[in-house]
């Protein structure tokens, strides 16, 4: 059972360049997440979904773009990456709601220089 | 507006002694609260959540927490600390209601050091 799979773990990113990390989801979520984790800041969400081809902003959404096209996947792009976004990026996933119980993947380190 | 405050950034336990990671929360009416666990380079785990009934909840790894309305805290507790519970805990709200997506804020973590 694999859960909820991120793609790639690590990446090393130029300023400019543009990049898509990958999450996969097999547990039939209708819920998918993406956070980025930042030392003392927690985590902040950065989009999220709620189904099949719906995305919306979190609290942090500038400088990255969604998809869903699938309801399994769930796409986090950064279009031209600047330094700020050097961070570890989490997606998660829920069946719902109410009771929200999220289930994360392992992570994605990602540095811009 | 809700939040979550992990007053403690760092805590230090002795193995075998009782431990406590400290939350406190402001949210507008009832609120779900969550624990998760967060090992080193991997993901966060849900530990254990509050969402009605008896204050005390238990979960898993021998964790449990305690709900005070009062005091808006919910703290995170287990009666005797192993090496293995090492890790970075995370408290996390989420207003009770229906109707949509509720956005469940996350705390800014506390990391545990249990000492052999």
């Known amino acids: 059972n694999a859960g909820v799979t991120q793609t790639p773990k690590f990446r090393v990113l130029k300023t400019g360049q543009s990049m898509t990390l990958l999450c996969a989801q097999d547990?039939?979520?209708?819920?998918m997440y993406w956070y980025r984790q930042d030392p003392g800041m927690g985590l902040r969400l950065i989009h999220y979904?709620?189904?099949?081809?719906?995305?919306a902003k979190g609290e942090v959404p500038d400088g990255y773009n969604v998809s869903r096209l699938k309801k399994q996947n769930f796409l986090l792009g950064l279009e031209s990456a600047a330094p700020s976004q050097t961070s570890v990026y989490f997606c998660?996933?829920?069946?719902?709601?109410?009771?929200?119980?999220?289930?994360f993947g392992a992570g994605t380190r990602l540095s811009v220089l | 507006a809700q939040s979550v405050a992990q007053p403690e950034d760092q805590v230090n336990v002795a193995e075998g002694n009782p431990l406590t990671v400290k939350c406190t929360y402001s949210?507008?009416?009832?609120?779900?609260l969550f624990w998760y666990v967060q090992y080193p380079n991997r993901g966060l785990q849900f530990l254990l959540k509050?969402?009605?009934?008896d204050n005390l909840v238990k979960g898993s790894y021998g964790f449990e927490a305690e709900f005070n309305k009062s005091q808006t805290s919910f703290h995170l507790k287990k009666p005797s600390a192993l090496v293995s519970d090492s890790a970075l805990y995370f408290c996390?709200?989420?207003?009770w209601g229906s109707g949509g997506y509720q956005k469940v804020t996350f705390g800014t973590g506390t990391k545990l050091q249990v000492i052999p």
């Open positions: 949210v507008s009416g009832n609120p779900y």
């Open positions: 547990m039939n979520h209708e819920y």
């Open positions: 509050y969402i009605t009934g």
């Open positions: 996390a709200v989420r207003r």
């Open positions: 998660a996933s829920s069946s719902g709601i109410a009771k929200n119980i999220q289930y």
């Open positions: 979904s709620v189904g099949e081809g719906t995305t």
